[in-house]
């Protein structure tokens, strides 16, 4: 049926027995294969025969593709007949025909990709009212204040809405037919919680995607527009939710992006209930956080001795697969190609290894810096053009940054490479000697000088530095040493050491100015620090333990 009943049900098909009923024979089982029909006949078997009360076999397929309801009813015909029922079931194969499929986790996620699974659970709603939590109540009449996961919703909603990820591919998702429908109360002093969920799996330091498809179910005349805030942590968004209700499929996707701090994270949506009117119903499917994808770049750099030449290309040194994988973003910089002179592959670049006015770098639409200072473009597949001439017996880091977005499903890309005449060394992620490793405050230190470009210093930051690994390491940036809490904080932030003492404390803004510096010969277990008055934002934190360790971390002042 394609109602909830026959009685509702504007196409109905039935199933006639073939076979004789013999009360003699005990249990008769009856099976009744649901497959697609020949284009003029409907499914059949040795039991019996479907037929179908309007359409053909047309109406057959349309009906399958999106049954509301299953059920069965036994034509006594006169006379006083007895009948029992049971094990009612529907299994992959029926004497051998295919069947509909049970329902799985698959849907229209944020990132399609090998191994990028989805890390809510029942993210598509086709196992029901499972997997979450909501301050709202399900019922099936959906009132204000109440939920529920249905296949339609109209009868509640007088809606007309189809599953997101049959609207988005019918083929792959042909099965899947639920989602949320939420009335939303209006008229209250905030917002609630309408949908809850716990993630974990999640590994430390990678980025992430979450994504939400709504739609609006607009109601009478004062119609209020949903606005909804996705949640991930500590990482919020708010969107007004403004869909064409006429259009069954126009569903639309909010994001949230955000690297893991740890492996577990608390999934949120929150409906404003502010507005004053009708309306605020809204429909929810295909919820989904799922790890970006490494976007599998590489650079390749070529050092000519005899001219003291250095090429520069994406990939390979061919310009055919100079490619990016992050057209979605809104920026105009798709990537940062920068270039400077360091005495030896492995110093420390603010102790001496930055050689003064070697640092220059150029993007797709412009370039800066003393050794750039035309602003020249550099291609994906350059040779540096208007930077310092590169000369013989010399170290240089050569190395590309290619930003991401929300908006994208790839992380971003740090690639760089040591040349020395005609060498060059792969710095590895892994950093193994001789190779150098860029740690997140260098990184921090190039993005502050190529992308936001409020940092005109050619030394840059003096509390910055390179980790050299296999040398004597000045930097242990690995979260887990220290404790800090809460975060993200508002009014004071209490920062204490693993298993040693701290000897001193300094907090940098984003833009690395000095915002709070505690040094001195007392060493201390815990330090609780006033951070009322510091602006919103995100700010580096530097410990010295007392074995001279330095250990780093972040924070969000809220």
Known sequence: MDGNDPSSSTIIARFVLSIPVDVSRGWIRVCAPIAYSDGVNLPSNANGQWIIN?????????????????????????????????????????????????????????????????????????????????????????????????????????????????????????????FLVVNGKTQQS?????????????????????????????????????????????????????????????????????KAQRTSINLVIQLDETGNGDGNDIAIDDIALQQKLDPGYFITVQHQGNNNTITGSLNTMSTGDDMLLNQECEFRDNYYWFVYETTTPTAPLFTGGLVSGSFGWASNSNGGGPANSSGTPWSLTTNFPTYNTFGQNKFYIVGMYIPSCCASCYTEK?????????????????????????????????????????????VGDSNLEVEIHGKNSTINSIEKNIQLYPNPASKSLNISLDKQKISSIEIFSITGQTVYSKKGNEKINQKEVDISNFPKGIYMVKIMGENQQLYSTKFVKK
């Open 414 to 458: 740090w690639m760089y490479q040591v040349v020395y005449n005609s060498n060059h060394f792969m710095i590895t992620e892994e950093g193994e000697q001789p190779y150098t490793e860029f740690t997140e405050e260098i990184q921090d230190y190039f993005i502050r000088r190529f992308v936001r470009g409020n940092d005109t210093s050619d």
């Open 54 to 178: 309007t359409g053909g076999a047309a109406a057959w397929d349309s009906l399958i593709t999106g049954v509301r309801a299953i059920g069965f009813s036994i034509d006594l015909g006169s006379g006083d007949e007895k009948f029992g029922y049971d094990n009612i079931c529907i299994s992959k194969t029926c004497d051998g025909t295919v069947i509909i499929d049970p329902p799985t986790e698959e849907g229209d996620y944020c990132c399609e990709g090998e191994n990028n699974n989805n890390l809510v659970v029942n993210g598509n709603f086709e196992f029901g009212n499972t997997g979450f939590i909501s301050n709202y109540t399900q019922t099936n009449t959906t009132y204000p204040g109440e939920y529920n996961v249905t296949t339609t919703a109209a009868a509640a909603f007088g809606a007309n809405v189809t599953d997101h990820s049959f609207c988005a591919d019918p083929t792959a998702y042909a099965t899947n037919d639920k």
């Open 190 to 258: 905030g917002g609630n919680i309408i949908w809850e969920q716990n993630v974990t799996g999640l590994i430390v330091g990678k980025e992430y995607k979450m994504c939400a498809n709504f739609k609006d179910m607009e109601q009478c005349t004062f119609n209020i527009l949903p606005k909804i805030t996705l949640q991930a942590g500590s990482n919020t968004v708010t969107q007004t939710i403004n869909t064409d209700d006429l259009n069954p499929c126009d569903w639309q996707r909010v994001e949230i992006c955000f």
